[in-house]
């Protein structure tokens, strides 16, 4: 099956720094990637779509400047938190997915904020 | 209305019995379902997905179809400990929300006794 790698696994970072996390495919050229983000017992919340070589779309409610996603090339793509706070802390989920539709999802990252 | 529903459950099955998770969902112009399992604190896991009316088995796994019904199930046989889990249901966007993107049920949580 398609392996999505996501780096890192986890982040403890303080107030005010900011975070990035790679989100890369493995074995497959992903045309379009996701990013989600999952506060505990609680659902998936997609917070952009990222095409290779085109800005992100952010869902409503999402700061772009605050989360800033680079897709750089078929297999990578990056989010950057800046200036994380506490209230970002949570567990950040990429996605990547060929022409076919399904979504496979990396391991997750999980930040903290302190 | 909720785009995908899903009951959260717990839906509690004896280990060996069949689980039956359900998902219906709003968009008449969704083409694409998926069932995703989620163990507390992972990532999504892509287990089955089916695109047409009927039903389709992998194994102890079989997903089914009504697009009449908007209406997607899935049946686990002979079902595990170790099948404990949070089952999403997943379906692509249609029209209105784009094919790509995919929009999540909240869950049903599977709790399988020994």
């Known amino acids: 099956g398609a392996v999505v790698s996501q780096h890192p696994s986890r982040v403890i970072c303080k107030s005010g720094t900011s975070v990035k996390i790679e989100c890369r495919s493995l074995?497959?050229?992903?045309?379009?990637m996701f990013w989600y983000r999952q506060f505990p017992k609680q659902s998936l919340m997609l917070m952009a779509t990222s095409n290779e070589g085109s800005k992100a779309t952010y869902e409503q409610g999402v700061e772009k400047d605050k989360f800033l996603i680079n897709h750089a090339s078929l297999t990578l793509s990056t989010l950057t938190v800046t200036s994380a706070h506490p209230e970002d802390s949570s567990f950040y989920i990429c996605s990547a997915t060929d022409i076919s539709y399904e979504q496979y999802f990396g391991p997750g990252t999980r930040l903290t904020v302190t | 209305q909720k785009e995908v529903e899903q009951n959260s459950g717990p839906l509690s099955v004896p280990e060996g019995a069949i689980a039956s998770l359900n998902c219906t969902y709003s968009?008449?112009?969704?083409?694409?379902f998926f069932w995703y399992r989620q163990y507390s604190g992972k990532s999504p896991e892509l287990i089955m997905s089916i695109y047409s009316n009927g039903d389709k088995e992998d194994g102890r796994f079989t997903a089914q179809l009504n697009k009449a019904s908007q209406y997607v199930s899935l049946l686990i046989r002979d079902s595990q400990p170790s099948d404990s889990a949070t089952y999403l249901c997943?379906?692509?966007?249609?029209?209105?929300?784009?094919?790509?993107?995919?929009?999540f049920g909240t869950g049903t949580r599977l709790l399988v006794s020994p």
């Open positions: 997943a379906v692509n966007g249609g029209m209105n929300t784009g094919f790509q993107k995919l929009v």
């Open positions: 968009d008449r112009g969704s083409q694409s």
């Open positions: 074995d497959f050229q992903a045309t379009t």
